[in-house]
T-cell receptor, first 114, second 112 residues
Framework: DQQVKQNSPSLSVQEGRISILNCDYTNSMFDYFLWYKKYPAEGPTFLISISSIKDKNEDGRFTVFLNKSAKHLSLHIVPSQPGDSAVYFCAAEAGGTSYGKLTFGQGTILTVHP | KAGVTQTPRYLIKTRGQQVTLSCSPISGHRSVSWYQQTPGQGLQFLFEYFSETQRNKGNFPGRFSGRQFSNSRSEMNVSTLELGDSALYLC???????????FGPGTRLLVL
């Protein structure tokens, strides 16, 4: 039962253009969402997060949008740079007693071409 | 501030052996979570510790165990290793009450 899904295994974008990575979830108990960037054989690096009480959060080139009714979130990277090429994971956390448990999607490989 | 550190970075073991992995959280972080990453299953939650107590546990067999010390450093142990335990083991730390977790570089375990 995959509660967090990233349906696009890969995305290819030209440098300077917008990258849009998508994530869907099924568990209505999730109330906090995060995006991580990961290089092979390294740990994930935190990028940006959003609480379920918001629908948008921005940090520099990164913006996360949350549509609770559709159970969908997306990460926008503008403008995309070659250094953004990595695997991107969305993750979700439920409140209450779900201490320290992040549920991850399968990841999307982003390639930004110069 | 130093990040999350994990030792060792690489490990090779044989089936049936046991292994202990170590994690030092970011200074001031008292919550430590452990994850397993494999190509087939992705990133999966193992367990979380806070103040030397396991507060949450994922769906892994009892061969996987952990503990946390008074200085918040954590160890995880896998006994009777199986080939399928080959994975990248990641630990992450966070401030209690904060959802954002910061990950270490991971320990790559290969079971032969």
């Amino acid at each position: 039962d995959q509660q967090v899904k990233q349906n696009s295994p890969s995305l290819s974008v030209q440098e300077g253009r917008i990258s849009i990575l998508n994530c869907d979830y099924t568990n209505s108990m999730f109330d906090y969402f995060l995006w991580y960037k990961k290089y092979p054989a390294e740990g994930p690096t935190f990028l940006i997060s959003i609480s379920s009480i918001k629908d948008k959060n921005e940090d520099g080139r990164f913006t996360v949008f949350l549509n609770k009714s559709a159970k969908h979130l997306s990460l926008h990277i503008v403008p995309s740079q070659p250094g953004d090429s990595a695997v991107y994971f969305c993750a979700a956390e439920a409140g209450g007693t779900s201490y320290g448990k992040l549920t991850f999607g399968q990841g999307t490989i982003l390639t930004v071409h110069p | 501030k130093a990040g999350v550190t994990q030792t060792p970075r690489y490990l090779i073991k044989t089936r049936g052996q046991q292994v202990t992995l170590s994690c030092s959280p970011i200074s001031g972080h008292r919550s430590v979570s452990w994850y397993q990453q494999t190509p087939g299953q992705g990133l999966q939650f193992l367990f979380e510790y806070f103040s030397e107590t396991q507060r949450n546990k994922g769906n892994f067999p009892g061969r996987f165990s952990g503990r946390q010390f008074s200085n918040s450093r954590s160890e995880m142990n896998v006994s009777t290793l199986e080939l399928g335990d080959s994975a990248l083991y990641l630990c992450a730390s966070s401030l209690d009450g904060q959802e954002t977790q910061y990950f270490g570089p991971g320990t790559r375990l290969l079971v032969l």
